[in-house]
């Protein structure tokens, strides 16, 4: 058995037998259960946020028994965080996954499902319900197309007392209804509203809709399980893996795909993903926010920490919840005589303390620099923590307090500290200063009047930082190219930032775009091909896709482009395009031949030693474009000139898929998706073929499997399943009929459950379809047949 760590957030995890086949069906391995559960963690945290997990485990694949699994292991790691629950008969230490961390180390250990309650930890106590959820189980002879129309109409009886429903399917037979509660309920009062709706559902319609347990009562209805809000009982959490014959998943769903009922299906691993990427997380509005948890916030600083201990093995404090911020002035100096003697500067911000090791210990007079490494936050409680760590433990040998006691901090950013000690030993003002990594100098410096002094990382005299100009505006009549060269010149110049690798690509929220102005907000074209992060690194060059998989192989076209950068260590995000003959970006082409594809550039995240990922977009684009003067082989598109309505009237004549709107003071927030980068699509056509269709017992055919004509090559693009009248739909079929052939005419691969159901044809029938996007799968997103 092979095994790797891998690190994931700043904790790493030893993954083993990644290539042992969890799901024999499709031959699904552990490997791609992590990378599922990995990538997507920013959409899955957030629905179980605060709850305690319940897993179910297949350690030895799905055609083999499971178990459920609520306490935690005492081998389970330290970091993860964890409650205790007082049962009626014994109590349960769950964990509560905070971070990609804790789902990547679920997945190893074959934990395939992830079940929550409705509820939300209050403190170390049981909290009230955050939501709703009823459970549409089909009886015999019902199926999907029955739940969805259940579940317009709980939808309906939701919205007259004010309340929002949100679908889900949920991997198995039916479907699940999430609705968030807008007020707190008593421990029983979200079971008594559950049930409420429930019930009268099944007076309204006693022929499909049942509220009864009794499996008997079930034949040809939709039992609305109402009981699953019982505190007491978890539910599937959306997102989670099935442990099915095929890797399906809790997905959420749009409304739209519950209204076109007969093409409604359960979906797979990969699907999901590929929705995700391209829309984002459909329940975003489900459940609140948690600090630090998935894309709500910053990560648990702790959690490095956490990992690097063994609470049961080291007398080290590790507290099991998220820091609470505190009063920011209190340090303490341990001298720590580990396998090398050095001394720990721990100072309080922020709930934790940040650390540094001064080998030499901190400096005496004003001419020394002493060499200090940042090393992971450690807890509050390390204030006054003394005593022998174990031999073998992280950090061992004895520790005692040197120093302690208030600082006050003139300036604290991510390269430069200046604090006052106000202690025992350490007085006066001192500097620690960011080289290169984690590497820092410390520095014991002059006295300086207090009026001179800026306060807490402010500049002086209201200036901008790095003499930057506000709004990306010209210094004093400066010409504006020269500007961005100077800023492009300083940024070589620094050479300070350790470069970055597999930096995530800033995502954009859904918006309207039309109302903005171009007083506060630039416009781009929003193109429609692959993303890409870019790296080059002493003459190397590295493709990542948005999750970070390296695809440089992929794109031969943009990997000689990417050359012309070799003379630069920089870091570009942009786009892997394919352009057809009227120069419009095209996805289809791009999944027919991505040899063809092109860069787009429209970010600059790191050049020359310098990240500027903290610059304001307006001095980022300045940076790009003077780099594109530089390097004829760099596309940079232009901006597009005038207010959103104008973007998007100018985009739509051009058949663009639509445009992105950013803040000209935003920062570059890897991995998020910001409030201050707005996109809105366009509704495009696109010519396609019809190679298929997929059997449907209830009308002519459930959908129209479809492609693109590329050269002489069929390229499968998907399915559409909508936009039929009932004569339309009669007569395609009476044409299909007659060009049934065997083999699939498709040039590409389709899934396995894309080719279920499907009878193949030759494909002679053409057509038109209305869509918003594709998916990186290469898939039309929202097809609706046209013509």
């Known amino acids: 058995m092979t095994s790797r760590r891998q690190d994931f957030g700043g904790v790493e995890i030893e993954l083993s037998n990644l290539d042992k086949v969890l799901y024999p069906e499709t031959g699904t391995t552990k490997g791609e259960v992590v990378a599922y559960y990995s990538a997507i963690s920013a959409a899955l945290?957030?629905?179980?946020?605060?709850?305690?997990?319940?897993?179910?485990?297949?350690?030895?694949?799905?055609?083999?028994?499971?178990?459920?699994?609520?306490?935690?292991?005492?081998?389970?790691?330290?970091?993860?965080?964890?409650?205790?629950?007082?049962?009626?008969?014994?109590?349960?230490?769950?964990?509560?996954?905070?971070?990609?961390?804790?789902?990547?180390?679920?997945?190893?250990?074959?934990?395939?499902?992830?079940?929550?309650?409705?509820?939300?930890?209050?403190?170390?106590?049981?909290?009230?319900?955050?939501?709703?959820?009823?459970?549409?189980?089909?009886?015999?002879?019902?199926?999907?197309?029955?739940?969805?129309?259940?579940?317009?109409?709980?939808?309906?009886?939701?919205?007259?007392?004010?309340?929002?429903?949100?679908?889900?399917?949920?991997?198995?037979?039916?479907?699940?209804?999430?609705?968030?509660?807008?007020?707190?309920?008593?421990?029983?009062?979200?079971?008594?509203?559950a049930k409420q709706v429930a019930t009268n559902l099944e007076r309204l319609h006693p022929d499909l809709v049942t509220a009864t347990m009794a499996k008997s009562a079930r034949d040809g209805k939709i039992f609305l399980d109402w009981s699953q809000n019982n505190p007491s009982k978890t539910t599937i959490a959306p997102y989670s893996l099935r442990g099915r014959a095929q890797p399906s998943v809790a997905a959420p769903r749009d409304w739209s795909e519950i209204e076109d009922r007969d093409s409604l299906r359960q979906l797979l691993f990969d699907e999901v993903i590929a929705r995700f990427e391209a829309e984002g997380d459909l329940l975003a509005?489900?459940?609140?926010?948690?600090?630090?948890?998935?894309?709500?916030?910053?990560?648990?600083?702790?959690?490095?920490?956490?990992?690097?201990?063994?609470?049961?093995?080291?007398?080290?404090?590790?507290?099991?919840?998220?820091?609470?911020?505190?009063?920011?002035?209190?340090?303490?100096?341990?001298?720590?005589?580990?396998?090398?003697?050095?001394?720990?500067?721990?100072?309080?911000?922020?709930?934790?303390?940040?650390?540094?090791?001064?080998?030499?210990?901190?400096?005496?007079?004003?001419?020394?620099?002493?060499?200090?490494?940042?090393?992971?936050?450690?807890?509050?409680?390390?204030?006054?923590?003394?005593?022998?760590?174990?031999?073998?433990?992280?950090?061992?040998?004895?520790?005692?307090?040197?120093d302690s006691g208030t600082y006050e901090a003139e300036k604290w950013r991510d390269d430069e500290v200046i604090v006052v000690f106000h202690g025992e030993r350490l007085t006066g003002r001192y500097a620690l200063i960011r080289t290169e990594g984690d590497q820092w100098l410390m520095h014991l410096m002059r006295a300086q009047p207090a009026s001179a002094q800026p306060r807490d990382g402010q500049p002086r005299d209201g200036q901008p930082r790095d003499g930057q100009p506000r709004d990306g505006q010209p210094r004093d009549g400066q010409p504006r190219d020269e500007q961005a060269r100077q800023l492009a010149r300083s940024a070589a110049a620094r050479g300070t930032s350790k470069f970055p690798r597999a930096i995530a690509p800033m995502l954009a929220t859904a918006g309207e775009v039309a109302e903005l102005d171009a007083k506060q907000w630039a416009f781009e074209t929003k193109w429609d091909g692959f993303r890409l992060i870019v790296e080059v690194r002493s003459g190397a060059v590295t493709l990542r896709s948005r999750l970070g998989h390296v695809v440089t192989e992929r794109y031969p076209g943009v990997l000689a482009a990417a050359r012309a950068l070799a003379e630069h260590d920089v870091v570009l995000d942009g786009e892997a395009v394919v352009f057809d003959a009227h120069e419009v970006a095209d996805f289809a082409l791009l999944q027919a031949d991505p040899a063809r594809a092109v860069f787009v550039a429209f970010d600059v995240l790191y050049l020359d030693g310098t990240s500027l990922v903290r610059k304001k977009y307006a001095d980022r684009r300045m940076v790009l474009e003077a780099l594109a003067a530089k390097v004829p082989g760099l596309r940079v598109p232009p901006r597009l000139a005038g207010s959103g309505a104008d973007a998007l009237e100018y985009s739509r004549e051009r058949r663009w898929e639509g445009v992105v709107a950013k803040r000209k003071d935003s920062v570059y927030l890897p991995g998020k998706r910001g409030h201050s980068w707005l996109k809105q699509r366009n509704w495009r056509d696109q010519r396609v073929v019809i190679g298929g269709w997929r059997r449907s017992t209830a009308r002519e055919f459930k959908s129209l499997l479809v492609g693109v004509e590329y050269e002489d090559r069929l390229v499968y693009v998907g399915r559409v399943g909508t936009g039929f009248g009932a004569e339309r739909m009669r007569e395609l079929a009476v044409e299909l009929n007659k060009l049934v052939r065997k083999t699939s005419p498709f040039d590409n691969e389709l899934t396995a459950d894309e080719r279920a159901d499907a009878v193949w044809v030759t494909p002679k029938i053409a057509g038109t379809v209305r869509f918003m996007s594709w998916t990186e799968t290469g898939r039309l997103w929202h097809p609706i047949w046209s013509a």
């Open 45 to 193: 945290l957030p629905h179980i946020a605060g709850r305690p997990v319940t897993r179910k485990r297949w350690p030895n694949g799905v055609d083999a028994p499971a178990f459920f699994e609520k306490n935690l292991a005492a081998h389970a790691p330290a970091w993860l965080t964890r409650h205790t629950v007082d049962h009626s008969s014994r109590k349960a230490t769950y964990p509560v996954l905070d971070s990609e961390a804790g789902l990547v180390w679920i997945g190893q250990q074959a934990s395939l499902e992830i079940h929550v309650p409705q509820w939300r930890f209050d403190g170390a106590a049981i909290g009230a319900a955050t939501r709703l959820v009823f459970d549409l189980d089909p009886g015999p002879g019902a199926g999907l197309a029955e739940c969805a129309t259940v579940a317009l109409a709980v939808r309906e009886m939701v919205a007259g007392i004010g309340l929002r429903a949100f679908p889900v399917t949920s991997g198995s037979k039916g479907m699940h209804l999430y609705v968030p509660l807008t007020q707190r309920l008593s421990p029983g009062g979200a079971s008594t509203v």
């Open 285 to 402: 509005e489900l459940d609140p926010a948690l600090p630090g948890v998935g894309g709500g916030g910053q990560p648990d600083p702790l959690t490095k920490y956490r990992s690097m201990r063994d609470g049961t093995r080291t007398p080290e404090p590790v507290p099991s919840g998220r820091p609470v911020p505190g009063a920011n002035n209190r340090y303490v100096v341990q001298e720590h005589h580990a396998r090398r003697l050095h001394w720990d500067v721990r100072l309080e911000r922020d709930g934790v303390l940040v650390c540094w090791a001064v080998p030499k210990g901190p400096p005496e007079s004003t001419r020394q620099n002493r060499l200090a490494v940042h090393t992971e936050d450690h807890p509050l409680e390390y204030l006054d923590f003394h005593g022998e760590i174990p031999k073998g433990q992280y950090g061992g040998g004895r520790m005692t307090i040197w």
